[in-house]
Nanobody, 126 residues
């Protein structure tokens, strides 16, 4: 069973930065498209960013475009989310997810992912 473990969450003031990490177990990480999602209380889990296998394609939600950057380190089975210029509305539980389908295009729907982590909390105060 593939396991995903997020880390790096915490509390930050508006305008600050945080870097989330997601470590993925197993030997097939290089073939996975990876994504980040987030969920606030009372809201559905929403797409944040994705990076395809090979790392040549990234895609972002409009709400984070220009502020967040997704990247991956295939040698260490890890995907990152660098979050800059944080806003209070970025407060949420952040999840990473893995898609083993080797799709060519960006994967932005929850149903497109096969494996999920437990989440890491990000709280941004004004």
């Amino acid at each position: 069973q593939v396991q995903l473990v997020e880390s790096g969450g915490g509390s930050e003031q508006a305008g600050g930065s945080l870097r989330l990490s997601c470590a993925v177990s197993g030997r097939n990480f290089v073939t996975y498209t990876m994504g980040w999602f987030r969920q606030s209380p009372g809201k559905e889990r929403e797409f944040v960013a994705t990076i395809n296998w090979g790392g040549g394609l990234t895609y972002y939600a409009d709400s984070v475009k220009g502020r967040f950057t997704i990247s991956r380190d295939d040698a260490n089975n890890t995907v990152y989310l660098q979050m800059n210029s944080l806003k209070p509305e970025d407060t949420a539980l952040y999840y990473c997810a893995a898609d083993r389908g080797r799709r060519k295009g960006p994967v932005t729907s929850r149903s497109g992912y096969d494996y999920w982590g437990q989440g890491t909390q990000v709280t941004v105060s004004s």
